[in-house]
């Protein structure tokens, strides 16, 4: 039987037998044995993915696009899915059962036979004792998995050595079971302030999972503190992954505004720009362009882990910080080079406020054009989604460009111009382009359009280089980011 999406096939009355386990995608079970065994819902996707296209060895990037569309993901994040589903399976990676490990491209779902039945006929559900055993119990009742879901998620014996993605996991086992009753049963057993943390966190990825009150609960302000400590070192992780892309976007923005603006001032009547001027041009911008973005652009992916429910303020103000101190470090760094090379640095230099600005718009435009995805995660649009994300987050930074030209803040363009007037024998005094716009010297007009196109190609190069889906092989594939409350 071929079915060409998950959806139609939940909608189906089939099921999968295999060895001893059933997958009912419409009643969004795995049995074993008539045992429930509890997946969270994209885990559940995963394994009915790889069931049914169970004669292809499925590409990383095609699991990606099918299980998380509208997420950015990382490979770890596919590996813990697969560990997942093979402590589930009992299944073992050195010697598979189920799903082989195919090098350097994805995964398959190998067991023979699988029988496809009819669904209608419902499920027998048995009762069996848990398997204290086995390296992953099956329990029959719900009280059993719940305690041993409690017991993973708090690090209790012998579960102290689990790391966070596998806490993390059993958390979300915990929500689909149910968080009511979750939070009943920890109370105040040891780790419970920790474990809490780690229920209030997942909540956002699986659908329908209850809330948890910070305020009422034993212990809040330890609780409090895991919860920040969670947030920040996902933070800086989301930082950390999206700086090297957001950085080449905005880099290639600074070298094509660097190659325009060179090529018109070679050609300006009057100029004595020549070739190597387009050059450094090109090195200036780019150079500028990618550490502007770099900082922005951790500062937005940061914001979309630190808030949920108030993300587009938190992206623009996180924006706006970023900027700030891009701006700031970006200023003292000139001033030292200039100041140690050649004894004075060019002045006066822009930075801070310019950053700030710049990146307040950015995180405007970027929070207006895009949306955080159902249970969570970056905001990757594509096709004409991202072309809009792009062009809105341009014009928002062009704009903002324009308003710090008219003021007469100290842009890249204009900080050019500023050393030109700086240091004899510059070529790249922006007088000439001035008089082509009919002002003697630059005055406000120039450094308005000149710093609005600035700002137009930066915005665009970062919004894309944020929004950028890479391959499969790429090492940072994608990487899961949850925007939080």
Same mark, same amino acid.
């Given at each position: 039987?071929?079915?060409?999406?998950?959806?139609?096939?939940?909608?189906?009355?089939?099921?999968?037998?295999?060895?001893?386990?059933?997958?009912?995608?419409?009643?969004?079970?795995?049995?074993?044995?008539?045992?429930?065994?509890? /997946?969270?819902?994209?885990?559940?996707?995963?394994?009915?993915?790889?069931?049914?296209?169970?004669?292809?060895?499925?590409?990383?990037?095609?699991?990606?696009?099918?299980?998380?569309?509208?997420?950015?993901?990382?490979? *770890?994040?596919?590996?813990?899915?697969?560990?997942?589903?093979?402590?589930?399976?009992?299944?073992?990676?050195?010697?598979?059962?189920?799903?082989?490990?195919?090098?350097?491209?994805?995964?398959?779902?190998?067991?023979?036979?699988?029988?496809?039945?009819?669904?209608?006929? *419902?499920?027998?559900?048995?009762?069996?004792?848990?398997?204290?055993?086995?390296?992953?119990?099956?329990?029959? #009742?719900?009280? $059993?998995?719940?305690?041993?879901?409690?017991?993973?998620?708090?690090?209790?014996?012998?579960?102290?050595?689990?790391?966070?993605?596998?806490?993390?996991?059993?958390?979300?086992?915990?929500?689909?079971?149910?968080?009511?009753?979750?939070?009943?049963?920890?109370? &105040?057993?040891?780790?419970?302030?920790?474990?809490?943390?780690?229920?209030?966190? $997942?909540?956002?990825?699986?659908?329908?999972?209850?809330?948890?009150?910070?305020?009422?609960?034993?212990?809040?302000?330890?609780?409090?503190?895991?919860?920040?400590?969670?947030?920040?070192?996902?933070?800086?992780?989301?930082?950390?992954?999206?700086?090297?892309?957001?950085?080449?976007?905005?880099?290639?923005?600074?070298?094509?505004?660097?190659?325009?603006?060179?090529?018109?001032?070679?050609? $300006?009547?009057?100029?004595?720009? %020549?070739? $190597?001027?387009?050059?450094?041009?090109?090195?200036?911008?780019?150079?500028?362009?990618?550490?502007?973005?770099?900082?922005?652009?951790?500062?937005?992916?940061?914001?979309?882990? @630190?808030?949920?429910?108030?993300?587009?303020?938190? /992206?623009?103000?996180?924006?706006?910080?970023?900027? /700030?101190?891009?701006? %700031?470090?970006?200023?003292?760094?000139?001033?030292?080079?200039?100041?140690?090379?050649?004894?004075?640095?060019?002045?006066?230099?822009?930075g801070s406020l310019e950053g700030l600005i710049v990146g307040l718009a950015a995180g405007?435009?970027?929070?207006?054009?895009?949306?955080?995805?159902?249970?969570?995660?970056?905001?990757?649009?594509?096709?004409?989604?991202?072309?809009?994300?792009?062009?809105?987050?341009?014009?928002?930074?062009?704009?903002?460009?324009?308003?710090?030209?008219?003021?007469?803040?100290?842009?890249?363009?204009?900080?050019? #111009?500023?050393?030109?007037?700086?240091?004899?024998?510059?070529?790249?005094?922006?007088?000439? @382009?001035?008089?082509?716009? *009919?002002?003697?010297?630059?005055?406000?007009? &120039?450094?308005?359009?000149?710093?609005?196109?600035?700002?137009?190609?930066?915005?665009?190069?970062?919004?894309?280089?944020? &929004?950028?889906?890479?391959?499969?092989?790429?090492?940072?594939?994608?990487?899961?980011?949850?925007?939080?409350?």
């Amino acid at each position: 039987m071929t079915d060409t999406s998950l959806v139609s096939q939940s909608q189906g009355a089939v099921r999968y037998r295999f060895g001893e386990f059933t997958l009912s995608p419409r009643r969004r079970l795995l049995l074993r044995s008539g045992v429930v065994v509890p /997946l969270i819902p994209k885990y559940f996707d995963l394994l009915q993915l790889l069931i049914r296209r169970r004669q292809d060895a499925l590409d990383k990037r095609e699991i990606f696009d099918r299980i998380w569309p509208d997420v950015i993901v990382s490979d *770890g994040a596919l590996n813990q899915a697969i560990r997942t589903l093979r402590r589930s399976l009992q299944d073992d990676s050195r010697a598979p059962r189920y799903i082989r490990t195919v090098s350097r491209h994805g995964y398959q779902f190998v067991f023979e036979p699988v029988i496809v039945e009819d669904d209608d006929a *419902g499920h027998v559900l048995v009762s069996e004792p848990p398997d204290i055993n086995g390296a992953t119990p099956v329990l029959a #009742d719900t009280g $059993s998995q719940f305690e041993y879901l409690l017991a993973r998620v708090r690090g209790a014996e012998p579960y102290g050595d689990l790391s966070d993605d596998e806490r993390r996991e059993a958390a979300e086992q915990l929500h689909v079971l149910g968080t009511r009753e979750a939070l009943e049963r920890l109370n &105040t057993r040891p780790g419970h302030a920790r474990a809490r943390a780690l229920l209030r966190e $997942s909540r956002w990825d699986v659908p329908g999972a209850g809330d948890v009150p910070l305020l009422g609960a034993p212990a809040p302000a330890r609780t409090v503190a895991a919860l920040v400590g969670l947030r920040l070192r996902g933070a800086m992780r989301a930082a950390t992954s999206r700086l090297g892309l957001a950085a080449a976007g905005g880099g290639m923005a600074g070298v094509v505004a660097g190659a325009v603006g060179g090529m018109v001032l070679v050609l $300006s009547p009057g100029s004595a720009a %020549t070739l $190597s001027t387009i050059a450094a041009f090109v090195i200036v911008g780019g150079t500028a362009g990618a550490f502007g973005a770099a900082g922005i652009g951790a500062g937005l992916a940061a914001a979309e882990v @630190l808030a949920r429910s108030r993300r587009r303020l938190a /992206l623009a103000l996180c924006g706006a910080g970023a900027g /700030l101190l891009a701006g %700031t470090v970006a200023r003292l760094a000139v001033n030292t080079v200039f100041g140690s090379i050649v004894g004075r640095p060019p002045a006066p230099l822009g930075g801070s406020l310019e950053g700030l600005i710049v990146g307040l718009a950015a995180g405007i435009g970027y929070a207006g054009s895009t949306h955080t995805p159902r249970g969570g995660g970056m905001a990757t649009p594509r096709g004409m989604a991202r072309a809009h994300a792009a062009i809105v987050t341009a014009l928002c930074c062009a704009a903002a460009g324009s308003a710090l030209g008219a003021i007469g803040a100290n842009t890249v363009s204009v900080t050019l #111009d500023t050393v030109g007037n700086t240091y004899d024998g510059s070529q790249v005094a922006l007088a000439p @382009l001035a008089r082509i716009l *009919g002002e003697q010297e630059v005055h406000p007009l &120039t450094r308005t359009l000149v710093s609005g196109f600035e700002g137009l190609l930066f915005g665009f190069g970062l919004a894309l280089g944020l &929004t950028h889906r890479p391959g499969a092989g790429h090492t940072c594939r994608k990487f899961k980011v949850e925007s939080r409350k």
